[in-house]
């Protein structure tokens, strides 16, 4: 059983639909218990940085998802859930993220706009992996995966830089701390790349 994390936000039915089409079972969940006894952990999400750790912090997940990390299972952060794995965001505001990965969240810059780049980044862009990890095996280096963002990670350690994507700027797309792993892009609408990194991360 794959549990995914419901903090008030959306693209939760999608995570879920692509987990069972690999042939995993898939519960969606806010309850902070069930989070603590999973074996493994996705936390997808879209929408706005302090809405997302506002709705986790109501809902006792902060400390739920702390513990469970402690205990080393494997947790996958998809788009928000990437971004909140960071020490602090600045979107719309100044706001505290869970703090795993050393670094910041900052928006894409105005001067990408003045180049004609359409913010938010949009689509299908590649992702070039650092090196092997078991979440990305057999998964073609430069991969395409589909992006929706304003926002991205800046790393202030490069050992958790596991992947890097272009667009106007090299940006990361991909971290890993220990038991956990982040993607800025979207696995579960991102066909059969993304699907392969469901499996890898459902087999960990």
């Not at 995914?4 to 999608?14: A, K, P, Q």
């Not at 402690?70 to 100044?94: D, T």
């Not at 797309?173 to 991360?201: C, D, R, W």
Request: aromatic residues 12%; hydrophobic residues 35%; glycine residues 12%.
């Amino acid at each position: 059983m794959i549990t995914i994390i419901d903090f008030g936000g959306g693209n939760l039915r999608s995570v879920q639909k692509s987990i069972e089409y690999i042939g995993f079972k898939a519960e969606i969940t806010s309850d902070a218990e069930t989070v603590r006894k999973a074996s493994h952990i996705i936390f997808p999400g879209n929408g706005a940085f302090g809405d997302c750790i506002a709705g986790m912090k109501k809902q006792g997940l902060v400390s739920a998802v702390d513990e469970f990390i402690q205990k080393g299972n494997p947790f996958l952060g998809i788009c928000i859930g990437m971004q909140a794995l960071f020490e602090k965001s600045y979107e719309f505001g100044v706001h505290d993220g869970l703090g795993y990965i050393k670094g910041v969240v900052k928006r894409f810059s105005d001067e990408l706009i003045m180049k004609g780049m359409k913010i938010p980044h949009t689509g299908w862009n590649s992702v070039h992996f650092k090196e092997n990890h078991p979440v990305f095996k057999d998964i073609k280096q430069d991969s395409y995966f589909y992006f929706v963002h304003s926002f991205y990670g800046e790393c202030a350690d490069e050992k958790n830089i596991q992947g890097r994507t272009n667009y106007g700027i090299d940006f990361v797309s991909a971290v890993t701390y220990e038991n956990i792993t982040g993607v800025q892009f979207h696995p579960e609408k991102s066909q059969q790349a993304g699907l392969k990194l469901m499996e890898n991360f459902c087999n960990l």
